[in-house]
């Protein structure tokens, strides 16, 4: 049975060198696209071949230009910090895995906003030229479903960009759009012509293409998928969505349930086929079904169906390694026919394993249990790569398997390859993260609004409008000024710089403060507000391999930690592997947690050195953790989280308790220190004077003085270091109970009443030298 050691040793480190090949080719392909681009014509020629200098593009191919100019965005962008769904492929891109500093350095060095932008921008003032058609293919036509969806792309990237107003092109998305909507109403009006000289399935894609003298379109559900994918961007994409009407929405609506008829019969019929020998099979045709069914209905598609496409598919790569189209996509009435490539199909594979899994699958992933095939496919894809020599430069490209020469690179070939390696690079590592985390079987949860939260947001809030409602629920403590909002800070530092295209957003914090205060609730918040999952790694989490191999398994945990996309990690209560090297509770611990101690600064370094994760690292004691754990580079920020205070505890108990069923004045100077589950349990079972009683004998989880003991060593004698005790967090605690009693913040009394209950209390055993320095501190960090 595979293990988490076995898998980190063996298969994860076989992935990981897969995906450092692909960022490799990832680069080269970038760089013949960049040697060979007409910075004059602002385009590209359509291949290549050994030369002494660059060929110009000669013929002004949009499609070729809008193909590679889509390929380029998709290496280079993480568009922003929010989902981004391209019409071109119908995937939704969430970028969990950004590219390394040096390659993304590089591919944004040879393809500047600003020379992609000039490219777009010469595509959109063709687009926009004819009143009588929007896109012009040679091979194509006019208007075809593959180049309206590179348009929607590259317009909407150059907006999303600032490089244009909007309004500036709308009235070419407007027309975009309008061209979208005739053609699914053709696509609604050929489903209802059903007889013997017109086929259903041959009059759908003659209405996608225009008929051009001597060609005629063929039966490859190819070019449908690729119309499903435009019209899945229309609906998903706001912009878009706000130019269509309601006869619009019904006609799309209509068009893709005829799409959906459409693939799911041939996908039947094709599957049929594979049992037959000598039929007329294409193992292509169940690619390009599967994903244009999962385009329309994600949810349409089950299990047992997937399984039965993909096996059918793997019997075929048995016998070769790549998969053949059958059908065409054009012929013409001199014998010529055009093919789909199968990089186009294996780009299908990969959005149905998107599609299916969305985006935080953990179990049962097809993305996983079928990456055989694609890795299979890459191999053979790979030693296909040709290398042109121009002038002195050595360009690697591919091109189409329909022809066999070495001195060849088809540029858009190339630029759908560069698809493919983007798209592997993604499903790979999602796999190698879900299979280390299954593996390693910490804790996981989907983002889930937390329960104290009872506010209900639209689907499609943002995750400031969700951090902010969480913060007005959850915000325990407004009494003692902004430095002790902790929900205030994490959004400054956590939240919004995420949200911002240049934003620089925090990795790490350590969370600390009493027992009870709502530290999971913090991390689970943030999990929901960003739309991350949340795992908890606890210490038995460590020790699952016994305490012998426990800093091999903090290696393993931390490896798979660092491989896991966009995901909130909390470290919950993990003291014992990170005590202060000088104290006597780390001298006093195991020599094997001792040895673990050192190596937790590095692997936290890594951590968040790698911008991977957003980790919380919670502690109910941070003064007894090394301070070279705490220190920047490691710990972006440090929060004190408190119970909540007077104004908090009333809130709860109003939202607690019916109305009229307790006074909540009252309640809420009676149940200093309680938590919200403390609140919480004791409505359940009693209201009014009852229920006030109840609240002023329960015993909170901690109060000022608790805090006496961690002024003393073991022994009972004092700590002679004040860096060592938790002076603030007391002072803080103190300050609570003092706003319990009514005073005001600011006031006289108030201040006076929190240095002499803080002294008080040490009246037996002599106080912190320099505690009434960090009083006076404190205080001053409340005005």
Request: hydrophobic share 40%.
């Amino acid at each position: 049975m595979l293990d988490l050691r076995t898998y980190m040793s063996s298969g994860f480190i076989e992935d990981s060198l897969i995906v450092d090949d692909l960022e490799q080719q990832i680069r080269a392909a970038a760089r013949t696209f960049d040697k060979s681009f007409d910075a004059t014509e602002k385009r590209w020629p359509y291949e290549l071949r050994p030369s002494e200098k660059y060929p110009p593009g000669a013929k002004r191919s949009q499609t070729t230009s809008s193909m590679i100019l889509s390929s380029i965005i998709g290496m280079r962008e993480q568009w922003g910090k929010m989902p981004w769904r391209r019409a071109s492929s119908g995937i939704v891109y969430f970028f969990d895995f950004p590219f390394p500093d040096g390659t993304a350095d590089e591919l944004k060095t040879s393809f500047t906003d600003a020379r992609v932008f000039q490219t777009v921008e010469t595509l959109i003032k063709a687009w926009s030229a004819n009143a009588s058609h929007i896109t012009d293919s040679t091979t194509f036509g006019r208007d075809d479903p593959m180049s309206l969806g590179w348009s929607l792309d590259l317009v909407r990237w150059a907006v999303h960009h600032g490089m244009v107003k909007r309004t500036d092109v709308d009235p070419l998305l407007a027309r975009i759009v309008r061209c979208c909507v005739e053609r699914a109403a053709k696509l609604v009006g050929a489903a209802g012509r059903k007889n013997a000289k017109d086929p259903l399935q041959q009059s759908l894609c003659d209405t996608l293409l225009p008929r051009l003298k001597g060609r005629k379109a063929g039966d490859s559900s190819y070019l449908l998928a690729r119309f499903s994918a435009v019209l899945s961007s229309l609906a998903d994409d706001a912009t878009l969505a706000s130019l269509l009407n309601a006869s619009d929405r019904a006609t799309i609506e209509r068009s893709t349930e005829v799409l959906l008829d459409r693939f799911e019969t041939r996908l039947h019929d094709h599957l049929s086929f594979a049992e037959i020998v000598d039929s007329r099979f294409d193992p292509t045709e169940l690619a390009f079904c599967l994903e244009g069914m999962l385009l329309i209905r994600p949810h349409y598609v089950g299990r047992t169906v997937f399984n039965r496409v993909m096996q059918v598919l793997r019997s075929v790569q048995d016998k070769g390694a790549s998969w053949r189209a059958e059908t065409p996509m054009l012929y013409r009435d001199n014998g010529d026919v055009l093919f789909t490539v199968s990089v186009e199909a294996v780009n299908a594979m990969l959005a149905s394993f998107a599609l299916f899994d969305r985006r935080w699958s953990q179990h049962d992933s097809v993305g996983s249990e079928y990456m055989d095939l694609i890795k299979r496919y890459w191999r053979w894809l790979k030693a296909r790569k040709a290398i042109v020599q121009i002038g002195s430069d050595h360009l690697e490209g591919w091109h189409s398997e329909h022809v066999n020469d070495p001195n060849l690179v088809h540029l858009w070939e190339t630029s759908q390859v560069a698809e493919f390696l983007v798209n592997f690079r993604d499903q790979l590592k999602r796999h190698a993260a879900r299979t280390s985390l299954k593996l390693a079987a910490c804790s996981y949860r989907l983002p889930t609004k937390p329960e104290a939260i009872e506010v209900k947001l639209p689907a499609n809030a943002t995750p400031k409008e969700r951090w902010d409602t969480a913060r007005e629920a959850l915000e325990p403590v407004t009494c003692l000024g902004e430095r002790y909002e902790v929900y205030r800070s994490i959004g400054t530092r956590f939240i919004e710089p995420r949200l911002q295209q240049d934003g620089d957003p925090a990795y790490s914090m350590l969370l600390y403060g009493p027992p009870g205060t709502g530290k999971t609730t913090v991390a689970s918040s943030l999990s929901w507000a960003l739309d991350y999952p949340l795992v908890t790694v606890t210490v038995s989490d460590f020790l699952a391999d016994g305490q012998v191999a426990i800093e091999a398994r903090a290696k393993d945990l931390f490896r798979m930690l660092q491989a896991q996309p966009r995901m909130v990690i909390l470290f919950d209560e993990i003291d014992q592997f990170m005590l202060d090297r000088d104290s006597e509770y780390f001298r006093d611990q195991e020599t094997v947690f001792q040895f673990l101690t050192p190596g937790m600064l590095t692997k936290l370094a890594d951590l968040r050195a790698s911008k991977s994760v957003l980790f919380v690292v919670a502690t109910n004691y941070a003064e007894r953790i090394d301070a070279a754990i705490k220190r920047q580079g490691r710990i972006d920020q440090h929060l004190l989280l408190l119970p909540a205070d007077k104004e908090r505890r009333r809130k709860f108990a109003v939202r607690l308790w019916k109305s009229g069923t307790i006074d909540v004045d009252a309640a809420a100077a009676n149940s200093a220190f309680l938590s919200h589950g403390d609140l919480k349990s004791i409505s359940k079972r009693a209201a009014g004077a009852d229920a006030i009683k109840e609240l002023a004998a329960a015993v909170p989880a901690a109060t000022p003085d608790t805090y006496m003991v961690r002024f003393q060593k073991k022994d009972g004698s004092p700590i002679a270091d004040d860096g060592r005790v938790p002076v603030v967090e007391y002072a803080a605690m103190v300050a609570l109970e003092v706003d319990a009693a009514g005073k005001t913040k600011g006031s006289a009394a108030w201040e006076g009443d929190i240095k002499d209950r803080a002294i008080d209390r040490f009246e037996k055993k002599p106080p912190p030298t320099r505690i009434e320095e960090a009083l006076t501190n404190f205080i001053q960090s409340t005005r």
